[in-house]
């Protein structure tokens, strides 16, 4: 970790919060590898009922800093070697890192959210924006195409018409049009206010089951019909008859307010 993310722990809310605000939260290689490791981190902890990512100063994210990655020989050579991978390299664990974390992670969206911010905000479960934030995947005024995750994350949320369409113009959307659109789950005049109360919600409900819900809808989103019921299946297994199961069946029908124990899934 370094002072480009700041991870905060409260109970069992995490916010991880993107700190240059001078520049934008414009994404170097340093903020890369502190977005990366947090990720990492907030996996393995279980505590964690919730994640929140934000940006601290005027915008959530304005992308990535051209001016830092391309300025550097050394970033541009990392950047072309990871082009070479067979495998999801670092710059797409930007994003897809936070769908393996077994917790909800909620994206607060305000200002900009620029090329490699809209990606970071994709791989949340759950994004809040601002009615005029200001979004776009804007790697073609670069020359570029979205390669931190955003083509496989926005196949989840829009008909291959309009990424096509957001990719190749590189239109500016406000926060309210994105939600018409289906980039951002809600908008919000305070997003982490929201976010707040959205964590208080899945605070009543077991660690185990909502960690499975996530990775469930994932495995099913990426599969067929026979791979989504095949998911369910396996998923549900890992569930039934556990410890906060059991607690989760008896505070519904035996009315008590009994505390759930530590997450198991994805432990």
């Not at 479960?125 to 995750?149: C, F, H, N, Q, Y």
């Not at 908008?187 to 707040?196: E, I, L, R, S, T």
């Not at 019909?225 to 059991?246: D, H, P, V």
Request: proline letters at 4%; glycine letters at 8%; one cysteine or more.
């Amino acid at each position: 970790m370094n002072d480009r993310v700041r991870v905060e722990i409260s109970g069992s809310l995490a916010t991880v919060t993107l700190n240059r605000a001078d520049k934008h939260n414009g994404m170097d290689m340093a903020m890369l590898d502190a977005v990366r490791g947090a990720a990492a981190r907030l996996r393995k902890d279980k505590r964690v009922r919730t994640v929140l990512l934000r940006g601290d100063g005027p915008s959530f994210c304005a992308g990535l800093d051209f001016k830092s990655v391309f300025g550097s020989a050394r970033a541009m050579v990392t950047g072309f070697a990871a082009l070479r991978s067979p495998v999801r390299n670092r710059f797409q664990d930007w994003s897809m890192a936070w769908r393996e974390v077994p917790a909800p992670v909620i994206a607060c969206i305000h200002g900009n959210c620029f090329g490699a911010g809209i990606q970071l905000a994709l791989g949340a479960d759950v994004r809040i924006a601002t009615p005029d934030a200001k979004l776009s995947v804007m790697e073609s005024k670069w020359g570029l195409i979205p390669d931190m995750g955003g083509a496989a994350l926005l196949r989840e949320l829009v008909p291959i018409d309009l990424a096509k369409e957001l990719a190749m113009s590189g239109r500016i959307l406000s926060g309210a049009e994105a939600h018409e659109l289906g980039l951002v789950s809600h908008v919000a005049g305070d997003p982490v206010d929201a976010a707040h109360k959205l964590a208080a919600e899945f605070e009543t409900r077991s660690p185990d089951a909502v960690a499975a819900a996530k990775f469930l809808m994932q495995d099913a989103f990426d599969s067929g019909e026979t791979g989504a019921l095949a998911a369910e299946r396996r998923w549900q297994r890992k569930l039934i008859g556990s410890r906060n199961q059991r607690i989760a069946v008896a505070r519904n029908l035996e009315n008590k307010d009994l505390p759930y124990g530590p997450r198991r899934i994805g432990a």
